[in-house]
């Protein structure tokens, strides 16, 4: 197997175990649609793991007065 | 009459019931009558509830001659995504799931329009859980654009988008994750406000993404919607997100023009992204010269990648939704439509370190927003990037990824507002998004209403080549 993680064999064995952790039966049919978005969702996930500080404190997000406060 | 009934927005209608020179049964029956000739075209209807909402509108009219008068919503139709929980009445979701699902209790919006003496009109389709869509495996067939029935009229709120274009009523509620209100409104010309984060309450709404999911109107005019926000906005103490603010008066600035605003343009967000059609563009450019015409001031600013906002939006509602709906997608996954199981099983693939950072991530580009709202008094921007697709051209194996900029302030929370800037050579409507301080709605709806005034769009309208109702 590749060791580039973001390579299709790569893809295809992260998403096969994250499936089965999930509990989840995937028909062969639907694999192809789902890899490809699984590849989309990969390219967004990339973005968030990003130079971070420690004002990007994650607690209390679902309280629209610590989402909207100043940095 | 002046005009027809449905023509008149429901201040105008509201004047009319007041003065006696219309009943709301008069008013229910002429929409019962439109929905009879065109939504069979149109499809925005799941349920229309034809029995009730002749009662409510007596009811209404017994009490305006009683001399009772609850309030600006009283005796006027109006319509609910079908994923606001009725009592007795069907709360589909657009889904087989639900197929027959009649709550108990009212959603707390579906509570507040009843205790004002509002008639409920029906339920509206929507992209199913208001997620998939527009689909055709699923119960019931997916609404269509009034302007073109060819092309989609955006989701999820889609029946809230399509119902109100076709003035079938004046106003509905749609919800709003990922950009669910601003999206149809944007497609079918409509006016579409999402609220502050926690500005009005969700308890009774089938949750998409609990943090990012907002309740608001679409509706012809922006002072119907800033009616219905009169009517749905308020503390609620058994809605987690719910704030506790005061609820201000959303027509306070209806009428007090721009004069002296600052406008922020984030142009860089949209001007060459991918999708955006030139025609939008020179919408969004001819609008901020108008709103500068009439005396705010329009300064381009720069604000974090949008795509930053887009994923961080997505990795929290792919993972929120699939937490809600884990059980079904173990036992009966195929019980969803093909749309929105694509979507939704994406949520399995997140890990807890990707949504721990999106949620980091959240609260930085929140920031980078309000500051830029320090100096500006609202944001003005893209919200669809291009006119409605056809249904002809999307791929029915893979959800589609229709060009539109709304997820960013789904994320910081702050109340957005989709406006009609134009129409295409096609015929089908153009938009934009005003943008404002997290619960300084009456602001956006001002600006809103001034740039309405100003371009007089909302009095064009759909045809039909059915025989429409009188």
């Given at each position: 197997m590749s060791n580039d993680p973001t390579s299709d064999p790569a893809l295809n064995a992260e998403f096969e175990v994250l499936t089965k952790r999930a509990s989840l039966v995937i028909p062969e049919t639907r694999k192809p649609a789902l890899l490809q978005g699984f590849k989309e969702l990969k390219k967004m996930t990339a973005l968030m793991h990003r130079p971070l500080t420690a004002?990007?404190?994650?607690?209390?997000?679902?309280?629209i007065r610590t989402v909207t406060r100043n940095p | 009459m002046a005009k027809a009934l449905h023509d008149y927005s429901i201040a105008e209608a509201g004047a009319l019931l007041r003065s006696g020179k219309i009943t709301s049964v008069a008013l229910t029956e002429h929409a019962l009558a439109r929905i009879k000739a065109i939504d069979p075209v149109?499809?925005?209807?799941?349920?229309?509830?034809a029995e009730g909402a002749l009662a409510d509108a007596a009811a209404a009219d017994a009490n305006f001659a009683k001399g009772i008068d609850k309030g600006p919503m009283q005796g006027i139709p109006h319509a609910l995504k079908d994923i606001y929980a009725t009592a007795g009445i069907r709360t589909t979701c657009h889904s087989k799931l639900l197929l027959d699902n009649i709550p108990k209790e009212d959603s707390v919006v579906a509570a507040k329009f009843k205790a004002q003496g509002a008639v409920l009109l029906g339920k509206l389709a929507t992209h199913e859980f208001a997620?998939?869509?527009?689909?055709?495996?699923?119960p019931f067939p997916p609404a269509r654009n009034p302007?073109?029935?060819?092309?989609v009229p955006g989701g999820s709120s889609s029946g809230s988008g399509a119902a109100v274009a076709a003035g079938l009523v004046r106003m509905a509620m749609g919800s709003d994750t990922g950009g669910s209100i601003r999206g149809p409104a944007s497609y079918c010309g409509t006016i579409g406000l999402k609220p502050t984060?926690?500005?009005?309450?969700?308890?009774g709404v089938f949750p998409l993404s609990y943090s990012l999911d907002h309740c608001g109107p679409l509706s012809w005019t922006v002072e119907d919607s800033a009616i219905a926000m009169q009517v749905i906005a308020g503390f609620d103490p058994?809605?987690?997100?719910s704030a506790n603010v005061p609820v201000p008066d959303?027509?306070?600035?209806?009428?007090?023009?721009?004069?002296?605003l600052r406008l922020g343009l984030p142009r860089h967000w949209f001007?060459?992204?991918?999708?955006?059609t030139a025609e939008t563009l020179r919408a969004i450019d001819d609008a901020a010269q108008t709103l500068a015409k009439l005396g705010a001031t329009i300064e381009e600013i720069e604000l974090p990648d949008y795509e930053l906002y887009n994923a961080c939006g997505r990795v929290i509602m792919y993972s929120e939704a699939f937490a809600i709906h884990e059980r079904n997608f173990q036992?009966?996954?195929?019980?969803?439509?093909l749309y929105t199981y694509l979507r939704m099983t994406l949520g399995a693939l997140v890990t807890a370190t990707d949504l721990t950072q999106a949620m980091r991530l959240r609260r930085e580009l929140a920031g980078a927003v309000n500051d830029k709202l320090k100096s500006c008094d609202v944001l003005i921007t893209a919200s669809a990037l291009a006119p409605a697709a056809a249904f002809?051209?999307?791929?029915?194996?893979t959800p589609p990824n229709l060009?539109?900029?709304?997820?960013p302030f789904d994320v910081t929370g702050n109340p957005a507002m989709s406006i009609p800037t134009g129409f295409a050579a096609t015929g089908l409507p153009l938009s934009m998004q005003i943008v404002g301080r997290a619960f300084d709605e009456p602001t956006v709806l001002g600006i809103g209403a001034a740039f309405e005034a100003a371009t007089n769009l909302y009095q064009r309208r759909p045809s039909f080549s059915v025989a429409e109702a009188a």
């Open positions: 004002a990007n404190e994650p607690a209390g997000t679902y309280d | 149109i499809s925005s209807f799941i349920t229309v509830t997620l998939g869509g527009p689909s055709f495996d699923l302007w073109n029935t060819n092309h984060y926690g500005l009005v309450s969700r308890r058994q809605d987690p997100g959303f027509r306070g600035k209806l009428g007090t023009g721009v004069r002296g001007a060459k992204a991918e999708g955006a036992t009966r996954p195929l019980d969803y439509g002809s051209d999307l791929n029915p194996n060009p539109i900029q709304t997820m």
